[in-house]
């Protein structure tokens, strides 16, 4: 058959996402990532150059997007459909582009591990993340922003004469536009995937690209890659050389042989075909390879402990089986970012596809003799040159526009090719993409002003070309709260909390309070930060019971994302009391929500009563948006279980290893993800 591209509806079981968080994203995400390197190390020079250049300052401009629950309902999904006489590809372009299924026809294979539903879980930069498929990350350290955001799609000329599926978006954590490029050519049994990252700026950029697979994981199931070394990074936030495939007594490279979530970023050697593969216990499943340009290879693991376990069944439904990850990158390691220089791009080409090797030497003991054979049928199945030439093939079709276009993106990319005049051909971000959230920035863009009368809804630009446009324009409540967000994007705190105090004096609102009493907390303040919460969360309240409908509406929207924030911090400055009457604000059925409930006990421990913070972990709760490596249920849990067994006496060394022995942490809240104290 030809070639085809095609729409159609993918019906799955969905948690809505619900609405955005309403307040500016000021602080980087948590510390999943940072990693502590040991004075024995010896890191390449390209590594230790790359590990830690220009770390976000926040998740600016983008909100975190939490609003999500667990209540799955079947849904109709808008997808796309690539499909030759071998392959089929199902693609989603309202959920990042994700490559949802790949499905191989002569064996009937599904060779992606494809989850049965989409449930939303925090473990984006912003939140919003489900895992199976193939899905592409770009920005910084982590899932991308885009995990759970519609992208631009369109029909474009193949270089084969067929059709290409484009998606493109602007990415606004480094603001830079990209483009993935599918295709099948006529009787391939590998699915091509053309990149392209460009840097339309007279600076230099540091970019962050992984292409994470998820590929369907049991006892048997192995990942195989080039490397005899990797460079494991758990969530013990360390940074060392193994050797592969074995290392601490086991062989690694069955993803469940390991304990605990791990990430093993293997050392190709110099020049070698950049590849990974996870095959089954007949010796067949996928394998992914690429131009040398995407040079990074990667196995994340669940493992088989109790919490990676868990993490597993969070995310999907009951009776799924489990998967692990296999990933590309531009980095040796995704610790690492890439400079790119003013004008320039990174593109490059990888190929997915089904791959048979004999079982036995796949498992057997030799890993020389595993790896040379997976290599060899690689090169059957679709020699390096071939890769390299349909890459060549490629380049020139780049630069195409797209035929017909299939899905919508953000307008936040027509917003900026306003602003600078770009010309970016192949990816065109149209004018009439602009919606409600961009007209407020063309209208500055256009007339020099801000035509608002307090903070701009939604996520407002911050780069600093944005921010000479604010420092030109009338003062007022609007410039002025905007102007200290983009200050303090590129790290200028004092000027930030300078131009909020002005915000306040235009009366700005609840807004610029909030972000004072963000400056505060990171400054250590922790009185400050508590009065400044607590000015915010009274400002909003007054707001939810205002006359004026939209002030109504937004003080009672950012009510439950204050809460959230000043509740913690009220209890580091010891005012139990305050947060306690900050949560019986809450309407009922915010306060009936996990990550309240949690709040609840955590204010009741303060408060001296850990029976009734107990009852409320005995009654039992979920809290949806539980971030990666959050450890807190665990903490609070121990904690109420040492203050039980204290009494009125103080917690001490003895009484929380007890607590650890004698109150076994319920399973229902096990989602530690590094090993910890005593086993427990």
Known sequence: MATSVRRTTLTLP????????????????????????????????????QIGRQPLCSLLPVRMRDGYGRDRHSTDLDALVIENDRL???????LGGRVHSLHHKPTGRELLYRNPVVQPAAFALNGAWFS??????IGATGHTTLACAPLHAARVPAPDGGEMLRLWEWERLRDLPFQVDLWLPDGADFLYVGVRIRN???????????????????ERTRVLAPADAAWHFGYERTLRRVPVPESDGADRTYPLESEFPADYFYELPEGARPWIASLDRDGRGLVQTSTATLSGRKLFVWGAGRAGRRWQRWLTEPGTDGYAEIQAGLSRTQLEHVPLDAGGEFAWLEAYGPLAADPATVHGADWAAARAAVETDLAAALPRDDVDAAYAAWLPYADVEPKEKLATGSGWGALEVARA?????????DPGTMGAEQQPWLALLRTGQLPAAGPVPGPAPVAPAWRDLLESARPGPAVEYHLGLAQWHV?????????WERALSHGAGCLPLYCLAVA????????????RFTEAFDCATRSAGSDDPAAARAGRDVLPALAREAVPALLAAGRAETAAG?????????????????????????????????EIFDEGFEIADLREGDETLSDTWYAIAARLLAGDGPVTAETAARARAEHPLPERYEFRMRPTEGGT
Do not use: K
């Open 14 to 49: 969905l948690a809505a996402l619900g609405p955005d968080n309403p307040l500016p994203a000021l602080q980087a995400p948590g510390d999943v990532h940072r990693v502590e390197i040991p004075g024995d190390a010896e890191l390449p020079a390209d590594m230790a150059r």
């Open 491 to 499: 790290g200028d705190r004092a000027q930030a909390v300078r131009s």
């Open 88 to 94: 089929r590809a199902t693609v989603l372009p309202g």
């Open 421 to 429: 005049g770009l010309e970016l051909p192949g990816t065109p971000f």
């Open 582 to 614: 900050m949560l019986t604000a809450l309407s009922l059925a915010e306060r009936a929500g996990g990550r309240f409930r949690l709040l609840t006990a955590q204010v009741l421990l303060a408060q001296g009563q850990p029976r009734a913070a107990r």
């Open 520 to 531: 505060e907390s990171v400054a250590g303040e922790t009185a400050h930060a508590a009065d």
């Open 200 to 218: 339309p700026h007279h600076h230099t950029v540091p970019v962050y690209w992984w292409s994470n697979t998820a590929v369907p994981e049991d």
């Open 132 to 137: 199976g498929g193939i899905e592409w990350n």
